[in-house]
């Protein structure tokens, strides 16, 4: 069992301070929520706990021994396990192959007792995964499933948590929360990281605030509310005031006639300049196929593609991306979105390096590269950059923004966005929804694809539920819930017996 105390945690990049002379303690049996704004330090100190950060100064605790976690390994071996935002699997491995990587054993393994082992975890946790699968097959959820695993099977006592529910749809949640309960019951321990503010306040015992890298506060969970949570955070009184503007639609800018490939049934939809399209449904029932079918990452069995009146059902990415007027958000901003181990200003260029002013003669030209990056960092509000960081140092709502200027830079006719506001705070989102929702305003016709219903219904002027690669309506946004979780289930109202 695990107990742990910080005490007097710093960390510093260069002359930004992540964490700042952070001390708390994390009780046994307890859930305990870590909440900040995006860049408050929530990250940087999950990292230091799990060893791939080492402190520049302060002490570690855990069951009042002083420890040093200088490696991954020397945190789970002392009981912690984190799972971390963006996953961290191989995805052409199987389940089963992910969960043993890097576990000591014998020379030889004896796979199928461990297959047996494992199985007996799924079982007890009721976690439904096939081992035999291969991650990059299986869907986002499930593979949160098999980071939960991984971490159950190497002993963890103390788990942590970074943003775990940004890709479970409320229904998924409720089994999730079982799965914490059971962890927590057996004497185990948990740090929570979301800016989910009402399932902190549903699940957890203990909340501590961070802003700016300091622990502004550590409360029970007694008499709290998402406002209070928001306040504490953000330092001041935080409004949303999301408005969208009724638009008339005229010019149809993305026809999909039709479509039919792998996890994709038949499906055929419009989207006009002015328009917000978006697409509601449990994850992994084929939107990801979806947009890259329109993105030319994959090819389509059956069907027709137009942007405007041009068929591209069969052209490749490199032809859409410099040819046509489309910004693109990707699901996972580390992965697919941008390149880690590059500064925000390489980041922003990577639809243009080739061209004029990034390139001359072949050079990249470090004075146009510097301009465009002050202006996204001005424009877009990127907080807590110095020179030449890289983007791998940024919070999640920094690197969304980078994304978001530089889909946005050229005034895109088409943007396809999927899951845009995934792990990001109250304020960070809502910055979000304002610039697509600007970028509405000025002509651009959006994809929107989010398993976060109420967000796509509240962004979207018409709203397509998909089931199993199948469109089963497109719908009134304002649609009552039963309808719309009915329709998420493949069941039509007047269906239902």
Known sequence: MVELSLKGITKRFGSFTANDNISLTIKQGTIHAILGENGAGKTTLMNVLSGLYRPDEGEIYINHQLVNLNSPKSSIDQGIGMIHQHFMLVPQLSVLENILLGTQGQYKLNLKQKKLEIQELIDDYGLEIDLDAIVETISVGMQQRVEILKVLYRGAKLLILDEPTAVLTPG??????QILYQFVNQGNTIIFISHKLEEVIKLCDVITILRKGKVINTLENKNLNPQNLANMMIGEQQKISLIKKTLSFSETILTVDNLIIKNIENISFQIKAGEILGIAGVDGNGQ????SVIMGLINPKKGKIKYKNIDITHWKIEEIVKKLSIGYIPEDRKTTGLVSSLTIGKNLILKQYYSYPFNQWGILQKKAIKI??????????????????????????NQQKIILARELSNNPQLIIAMQPTRGLDIKATEYIQQQLLKARENGAAILYISTELEEVRKMSDRLAIIYRGKFMDIVDPNTDLETIGLLMMGIKKSEKT
């Not at 990801?288 to 947009?291: A, G, P, R, S, T």
């Not at 990127?382 to 709502?397: F, H, Y």
């Open 172 to 177: 998924e949640n409720e089994r999730f929360f």
């Open 372 to 397: 465009i990056e002050n202006e996204a960092i001005n424009n877009f509000d990127i907080r807590g950059v110095e020179p030449s960081i890289t983007v791998s140092k940024l919070s999640g709502g």
């Open 288 to 291: 990801q196929e979806l947009v």
